[in-house]
């Protein structure tokens, strides 16, 4: 009978180990931070900061990133969406710890929306904690959104506000941040990054989900782009406008233009426009000549007829990266719209 008991006792030790095990494993299981399909209508263009000196270095031993930035950034096309609506969510289920709101978002500027933000630099957010000495961070939320107070209980995936662009944001996103007893710990990395430099973790803190969407890396982005009728204003495509579905047989011009997220060195960008009938109507390809957050381009002509003819045109661009001795298609971009 003790030989049983004690078989019954050491696989209950055993499956407690187990279990422990795996819970430790899981670690947090973050979901995405907001209501995004990542690289269609959302993307992440600053992941942590991992290079310990001035230098910059994300989880990929990439560029992607600036220094000492201790979050990840998801970032929607336009401030238009601000306007309508995309709801950010809890990662994890916590304890909400504290939460602000109430100061303004910059309306596409570029720039942060109050003139003092010292101490203030996060915007509007929140803090959850997750137990066991884990805590997750929002910022930059749009004014009046916060949906929770302190001490609420959520749920993964539950809504907490809205996407905005308070605080230190030059442009519309939610940052999250990640932390275990008070470090920075980087969601991709998680808390045993393993023997390589490069690349996830052993234990990434995301959930299957949320990775699968995340991965494979994505060091850049041509996120927004159209056919205007004039040279267009990255300002003002910026808050959303330039995204016409028509244009007049009387426009001006047609052009073609794009907004990317991180560009290096070397890197080509090949505007093309294409008339009703499929012809080129423009084919342009400039070089990089320094790393940039954020490029803006565009290329077209001017009317010298009467009328453009009337059908549907579409651009298209591409950005073209030297990477181990072989020219990539590192993203690409395509629009279409109807002249009459």
């Avoid at 950034?73 to 916590?94: I, M």
Wanted: proline share 5%; with cysteine.
């Amino acid at each position: 009978m003790k030989s049983r008991k004690r078989s019954f006792r050491i696989g209950w030790l055993v499956l407690g180990l187990v279990l422990a095990t795996a819970e430790a494993a899981a670690e947090l299981g973050l979901e995405l931070p907001l209501a995004c399909r990542p690289g269609a209508d959302c993307w992440v263009v600053n992941y942590v900061d991992l290079d310990p000196g001035p230098g910059v270095r994300d989880y990929a031993c990439g560029r992607a990133s600036y220094d000492g930035h201790k979050g990840v950034d998801f970032a929607v096309r336009d401030f238009s969406l601000v306007t309508q609506g995309v709801p950010v969510r809890a990662a994890a289920a916590g304890v909400v710890l504290r939460a602000r709101d109430g100061m303004a978002d910059a309306g596409g500027t570029g720039g942060p929306a109050d003139n003092d933000i010292a101490g203030r630099e996060c915007g509007n957010g929140l803090v959850i904690d997750h137990g066991r000495g884990w805590t997750t961070q929002y910022c930059h939320l749009r004014r009046g959104s916060i949906a929770v107070k302190p001490g609420d209980r959520v749920a993964a995936g539950d809504a907490i506000g809205m996407v905005g662009q308070s605080g230190l944001a030059e442009f519309p996103h939610v940052h999250i941040q990640v932390a275990k007893d008070g470090q920075i710990v980087d969601p991709f990395r998680g808390v045993e990054p393993g023997g390589a430099t490069c690349g996830l973790g052993v234990r990434p803190l995301w959930s299957g989900g949320a990775l699968t969407a995340l991965e494979p890396y994505r060091p850049s982005a041509i996120y927004n782009g159209g056919i205007a009728g004039a040279a267009p204003d990255a300002a003002a495509t910026r808050r959303g406008l330039h995204r016409e579905t028509t244009l007049s047989a009387a426009a001006p011009a047609l052009v073609a233009w794009a907004d990317i997220y991180w560009v290096e060195p070397g890197d080509r960008i090949r505007v093309r426009l294409f008339g009703p009938a499929g012809e080129t109507l423009t084919d342009n390809t400039t070089t990089v000549e320094k790393t940039q957050a954020r490029r803006f381009v565009y290329a077209g002509l001017r009317r010298k007829i009467a009328a453009w003819p009337a059908g549907v045109y579409r651009s298209e661009v591409v950005l073209l990266r030297e990477r181990d001795g072989r020219t990539i298609e590192e993203a690409r971009f395509a629009h279409a719209l109807e002249v009459r």
